[in-house]
């Protein structure tokens, strides 16, 4: 046995107080042997993969001490019996082992997460699984079928094989994906509103993703645990949970700070080019004009000012130009703002006379 074999999910463990824990544990069985060949390339290991069904419905994973303990939710909420697609868990599976190499999630981890989809998306296409190696497929008889099959088990094989194309395709697209969006939209944003759904997208991933918060959730796997290791474990948990109790206050006002900012900036990208980009009508003739025309095409008015934009600048009383509202000095002639002009001319005082 080599190095490289220990480069995979050691074990895996399902709740066995749910319903159908076999059925969860062969999921989670999958799970693991899809993502080897991506852990055994990389050199990443993860010593625990088990099921958790926390309190808290919107966590779908966590990674706890960078892949020594990774958790992945696999039934739906309050549906015991019912689990979630494979493609889902297998994305939910991807995120958790980015965060061995990065915790926050910031502009490198999803470059990396990106990386792994791309990764197993081909894996999935060429039915790789396992060691990656070969021979991980079950045997079958050369030659094939000793008869040939009927037609209308060939047309049934077709359909299962494209709707399987298709659901793998909606979660896996060909290719790496921009963060924030497709380039197509991304175009068409300014800096403020890209900066602002990018910081929408890092809150959200938050609130999914326990591996990126100190936050530690209630988990019913606890329970599940062995005796030799339970105590060291829980105790570890017990002083991550006062931890935790301490920082919730902050990192719920920082929740709330981060998604204050992210609407300011939106709403102030969205007020700004709806004033550059809006048609204004002359107040003489009536006529609507394009956005970046000065004056009027019909009568040559002078475009209106906006009413926001009237208490933003200020007009030197000496060479006329406007200046910022925040200056206090022209920036042409360096006068004075609430200067009153220039000096009258007074007559020289006659001496002499």
Same mark, same amino acid.
């Given at each position: 046995?080599?190095?490289?074999?220990?480069?995979?999910?050691?074990?895996?463990?399902?709740?066995?107080?749910?319903?159908?824990?076999?059925?969860?544990?062969?999921?989670?069985?999958?799970?693991?042997?899809?993502?080897?060949? *991506?852990?055994?390339?990389?050199?990443?290991?993860?010593?625990?993969?088990?099921?958790?069904?926390?309190?808290?419905?919107?966590?779908?994973?966590?990674?706890?001490?960078?892949?020594?303990?990774?958790?992945?939710?696999?039934?739906?909420?309050?549906?015991?019996?019912?689990?979630?697609?494979?493609?889902?868990?297998?994305?939910?599976?991807?995120?958790?082992?980015?965060?061995?190499?990065?915790?926050?999630?910031?502009?490198?981890?999803?470059?990396?997460?990106?990386?792994?989809?791309?990764?197993?998306?081909?894996?999935?296409?060429?039915?790789?699984?396992?060691?990656?190696?070969?021979?991980?497929?079950?045997?079958?008889?050369?030659?094939?079928?000793?008869?040939?099959?009927?037609?209308?088990?060939?047309?049934?094989?077709?359909?299962?094989?494209?709707?399987?194309?298709?659901?793998?395709?909606?979660?896996?697209?060909?290719?790496?994906?921009?963060?924030?969006?497709?380039?197509?939209?991304?175009?068409?944003?300014?800096?403020?509103?890209?900066?602002?759904?990018?910081?929408?997208?890092?809150?959200q991933d938050e609130l999914w993703c326990g591996s990126g918060?100190?936050?530690?959730?209630?988990?019913?796997?606890?329970?599940?645990?062995?005796?030799?290791?339970?105590?060291?474990?829980?105790?570890?948990?017990?002083?991550?949970?006062?931890?935790?109790?301490?920082?919730?206050?902050?990192?719920?006002?920082?929740?709330?700070?981060?998604?204050? *900012?992210?609407?300011?900036?939106?709403?102030?990208?969205?007020?700004?080019?709806?004033?550059?980009?809006? *048609?204004?009508?002359?107040? *003489?003739?009536?006529?609507?004009?394009?956005?970046?025309?000065?004056?009027?095409?019909?009568?040559?008015?002078?475009?209106?000012?906006?009413?926001?934009?009237?208490?933003?600048?200020?007009?030197?009383?000496?060479?006329?130009?406007?200046?910022?509202?925040?200056?206090?000095?022209?920036?042409?002639?360096?006068?004075?703002?609430?200067?009153?002009?220039?000096?009258?001319?007074?007559?020289?005082?006659?001496?002499?006379?």
């Open positions: 046995m080599s190095l490289e074999d220990l480069n995979k999910v050691w074990e895996v463990r399902a709740l066995k107080r749910k319903p159908n824990d076999d059925e969860a544990r062969r999921f989670l069985e999958r799970i693991a042997s899809q993502v080897q060949p *991506i852990m055994r390339r990389r050199k990443w290991k993860v010593k625990l993969l088990s099921e958790f069904c926390p309190t808290n419905h919107s966590l779908l994973g966590l990674n706890v001490n960078r892949g020594v303990h990774v958790k992945l939710r696999l039934r739906r909420p309050n549906a015991d019996h019912v689990f979630f697609p494979f493609e889902e868990v297998l994305d939910t599976m991807l995120h958790e082992l980015c965060h061995i190499v990065h915790g926050p999630h910031d502009a490198q981890f999803y470059k990396l997460w990106d990386e792994l989809r791309v990764d197993c998306e081909e894996l999935v296409s060429k039915g790789i699984t396992g060691s990656g190696q070969g021979f991980d497929a079950p045997g079958r008889r050369l030659g094939g079928f000793t008869r040939q099959p009927p037609l209308s088990a060939l047309r049934q094989n077709a359909a299962a094989a494209a709707a399987k194309r298709a659901r793998i395709g909606a979660l896996l697209p060909s290719g790496p994906r921009r963060l924030g969006g497709d380039s197509g939209i991304m175009a068409a944003l300014s800096p403020a509103q890209a900066a602002a759904m990018a910081a929408e997208r890092r809150m918060s100190s936050i530690e959730t209630v988990d019913e796997a606890e329970s599940e645990l062995g005796e030799s290791s339970k105590s060291s474990y829980v105790a570890s948990q017990v002083k991550d949970r006062v931890s935790a109790n301490e920082d919730l206050v902050s990192w719920d006002s920082q929740k709330n700070d981060v998604r204050k *900012i992210a609407g300011d900036l939106l709403s102030r990208a969205t007020t700004d080019d709806a004033e550059d980009r809006a *048609i204004w009508e002359c107040d *003489i003739c009536t006529l609507f004009n394009q956005p970046l025309a000065p004056i009027c095409e019909a009568c040559g008015n002078v475009k209106p000012k906006p009413v926001g934009v009237k208490f933003k600048t200020w007009t030197c009383r000496f060479c006329t130009l406007e200046n910022g509202n925040k200056l206090d000095k022209c920036s042409a002639c360096e006068q004075w703002r609430y200067s009153n002009g220039p000096p009258v001319a007074t007559r020289a005082p006659n001496y002499g006379t």
